[in-house]
């Protein structure tokens, strides 16, 4: 009898081990909704590699670091700017990061500019419909402001978001509104006006460097990562001359 109880306790134990070893690891990639498509792409590769899943929690670039710094689970962060990165190494979070890419703003308008905008001065015209993302969510937002300030100051950004129809959380929902013809007019990541569902509705309008910044777009490496390597490997391949292709493919 004790001897049939210990070898099914053996064999419960086999059974259960083998299935633990058969399970693949499972990464968590934070990233901000403008990269989500190419980061997709290198996704697959890398499972497909590394015999991984990766599940990618898509938002805004400060709504994820809240998100991560209070759960502590997860194994890389994309934020749209590396402002966050750097606003948050107090924190000691992130330990590593692989500089991918530049994001950079622009106005985006309706196809073929009807309206005939010329530059930020429309976002203090009354006759505009405009859609600013909220300052304190995602990243287009936190550079929205970025480039009222330096183009104007104080009372032109209080002006632009009083004069906005709409704030938006993230790239997305400004897209979404100018497709949907709710306003005509925003401030966005650039690459977003490229993607095969917003190029034939968009047009862009360039804004100055000095006031519009090219962004570092960097993947950081999470602290409490539980799968570093293949996590690095991650970030080492799309810093690669084929990961770098992909970026280009979407506009960055």
Known sequence: MFKQFFIL??????????????????LIFYCGITMVKPIKQMAKIIEEKYNCNIKISQGGSKDLYDALKYSKKGDLYLPGS????????????????????????????EK????????LDAFVNSMNS????????????????????????????????????EIGTDS?????????????????????????ENSKHIDVIEIDEKYAPKKRLE??????????KIAKAFMEFAK???????MKEYGF
């Open 9 to 26: 306790i053996f064999t419960t134990f086999i059974i259960n081990s083998t299935l633990m070893a058969k399970q693949k690891p499972t």
């Open 219 to 228: 993947i950081n490496l999470l602290s409490f990562s539980k799968n570093k």
């Open 112 to 119: 073929n500019n009807p309206l005939k905008i010329k530059d």
């Open 130 to 165: 405009s859609i600013l993302c909220n300052p304190n969510s995602g990243s287009i937002g936190k550079m929205t402001k970025k480039i009222f300030l330096a183009y104007k100051g104080e009372d032109f950004f209080n002006e632009a978001y009083d004069n906005a129809i």
């Open 172 to 196: 997305r929902n400004l897209n979404r509104s100018l497709i949907e013809k709710r306003t005509n007019i925003t401030i966005n990541w650039k690459a977003t006006a490229m993607w095969n």
């Open 82 to 109: 590396d402002s966050y990165r750097i606003k948050n190494k107090k924190d000691s979070l992130i330990i590593d990061s692989a500089f991918i890419g530049y994001n950079q703003a622009a106005i985006f308008v």
């Open 240 to 246: 690669s001359k084929q990961g770098q292709q992909i």
